[in-house]
Each structure stands twice: as structure tokens, then as C-alpha cells.
């Protein structure tokens, strides 16, 4: 028990406690349920933003504190009001786990109703005009065309694109070795052509400025490891650059790449197994992605459109 007032109705220090309750979560979320280190930081962000808006103390708030919250959150879309309320949820299971609370108020709680989101994905036309479009004369063009080959080429997050190391590539045996969500490790086949990108960037690959850095495929002109953020800048500089007007991310060409798999006929569970999902469920979207790319041509050859 955090603090041992399991029978308390109203906790006197409502919101000085918060903090303490916090960092026991995370730590929970760390260590007892394994999750990424981005899940653990949305879900913390999430949790503070609900009971800075509240003011109400983690063992008062009711079912109304919560439906009254996400009502009053008009700018939320569904699915970050859904994300908020499993978030909470699951901060107030911890709290009747440890003893400090005997309910959970968002089981009474309904989470919005989400449509099935169809994420957007490249053309294999588009992803192929955007890797072209890199000017490898440039400081960090080969480098950037190596991203973008591994991003598209093993369907990469772009988390693991940024933390991929070297001693995780296999390039005699063509597999390459993700650390992916809550550290679960999975082997990525790699084609040619994306071993060719790699081997061109390894070559002109800027000296490490660190011990930390050595191992780090993806650095900085400075030698230091490339963030996600810049992974992100990267890709939709050179989008525009290809002249592509769709909105795009780096997890855009993870989409593409799932996609372009079961249109040309690969096993879903291959698909599943290759993305590093738990539950086949989430790999499934990208057959109805298939299906509507179909059903558009269906539709607009059809005689009677």
C-alpha cells in the first residue's frame, strides 16, 4: 500500500499526494507492465492534465468528475478523449491494487465510440519518389535515404529507426534485430536494397562523440544519436521535395509498407509477426486498407458508376 489509508472517503492532501501516486505508476508501468517509454510519458501527461483541470485529489475524483472532464474537453478528438480515459483507468486500478482506493469511477464510464481509422499510405510510386528525391550530395543525404529504406523496407516505428544499433544488423544473414514496445525483440528480414543504403551510409558514418553513441546506427553531423524529432523533420522535407501533398509521417511508411506486404500476398500473421504486434486484431487493418483500394477500382471501372 502507497500510503495506507485504504478507508479514508477524503484525503486531506488531495492533490499534494498526486505526485507521489504518480511516480509509483510510472514505476508500476515501467517495471511491472513493461510499457514503452512514449506510453509511459503520454499516459503521465494524460493523468496531469486531467487533475490540473480537475483540482480535484486522485481519491476523490467520481464517475462526474470524470464525464463532466471529458464533456467539457470539446477539443479533444474521440480518440485522444479515449486514450485519456484509458489512461486514467488504469492509474485508478493501480490505485485499488495498492489498497488506497476501493473503486475504479471510470468502470461506470463509457469510452467514446471510434470509428475503424484507416491510416493514410504511399503509393509505392509516392514512396519510391520520395526516397529519390534525397540529394546524396549533401551532408546527411545518404544518410537520410538509409532511414527512409530501412523505415519502408522492414516497416520500422520510428523509435526503433532512432535506436536501431549496429550490432543489430545481420547483413550476411540479411535480418535485422528490433528492440521494439516494452523491449520485446523480434528479427526483421532486410532486402538488398535497403543493406546497399546502409552500407553506403556506414561508410561516411560521422565518429561517434560518445561511448553511449558507438553502437547508434542513425547520428547527428555532431556524432550524436538522431532523434525522433528530426527522423520526422527529415521525411516530410522530403515529401515536399517529391511534390507528394499528403499529409505524411515516418509511420506513414510503416503503413505503406504493411500494405504493399498483403497486396501482394504475404500472410497476415508474417505481417503481424514482421510489425511487432501483440494481437493479429491490430495487424487486420491492413486488409480492409486492401480491400478499399480495391473496391475503388471495382467502382470506378464499373460500367454503371
Known amino acids: 500500500m502507497i500510503g495506507g489509508a485504504a478507508d479514508r472517503t477524503k484525503d486531506p492532501l488531495p492533490l499534494e499526494r498526486l505526485g507521489t501516486f504518480l511516480r509509483g505508476y510510472v514505476s508500476f508501468l515501467r517495471i511491472e507492465r513493461g510499457l514503452s517509454p512514449n506510453t509511459v510519458a503520454s499516459y503521465s501527461s494524460d493523468l496531469k492534465r486531467f487533475f490540473a483541470s480537475s483540482g480535484t485529489g486522485p481519491l476523490e475524483v467520481s464517475a462526474g468528475t470524470v464525464t463532466d472532464f471529458l464533456s467539457e474537453s470539446g477539443t479533444l478528438s474521440k480518440r485522444s478523449q479515449a486514450r485519456l480515459l484509458s489512461a486514467l483507468r488504469s492509474f485508478f486500478d493501480y490505485l485499488v491494487m495498492e489498497g488506497e482506493r476501493k473503486d475504479n469511477p471510470c468502470d461506470s464510464v ?32 545518404i544518410r537520410d535515404r538509409a532511414i527512409l529504406e530501412v523505415l519502408y523496407g522492414c516497416g520500422l516505428r520510428v523509435s526503433e529507426a532512432s535506436q536501431l544499433k549496429i550490432s543489430c544488423i545481420y547483413m550476411a544473414e540479411g ?36 561511448s553511449q553513441a558507438d553502437d547508434i546506427l542513425f547520428l547527428n553531423r555532431a556524432g550524436r544519436p538522431l532523434s525522433r524529432v528530426s527522423i520526422f523533420k527529415m521525411v516530410k522535407d522530403q515529401a515536399v521535395a517529391a511534390g507528394i501533398r499528403k499529409e505524411i509521417s515516418p509511420h506513414t511508411f510503416r503503413h505503406s509498407f504493411a500494405t504493399h506486404m498483403i497486396e501482394n500476398g504475404a500472410d497476415l500473421r508474417v505481417v503481424q509477426e514482421m510489425l511487432g504486434h501483440e494481437s493479429i486484431l491490430t495487424t487486420e487493418i491492413y486488409t480492409h486498407i486492401d480491400s478499399s483500394t480495391w473496391q475503388r477500382s471495382v467502382l470506378e471501372h464499373h460500367p454503371r458508376r
Not at 175 to 184: A, C, E, S, T, Y
Not at 198 to 206: E, S
Open 110 to 141: 463509457d469510452s467514446p465510440k471510434l470509428g475503424r481509422h484507416i491510416p493514410s499510405v504511399l503509393s509505392v510510386e509516392e514512396v519510391e519518389a520520395i526516397i529519390e528525391s534525397v540529394d546524396l550530395t549533401r551532408s546527411g543525404g
Open 175 to 210: 535480418f535485422v534485430r528490433i528492440v521494439g514496445k516494452g523491449d520485446k525483440e523480434r528479427l526483421v528480414p532486410i532486402g538488398e536494397t535497403a543493406l546497399d543504403a546502409l552500407k553506403d551510409y556506414l561508410a561516411v558514418r560521422p565518429e561517434p562523440q560518445s
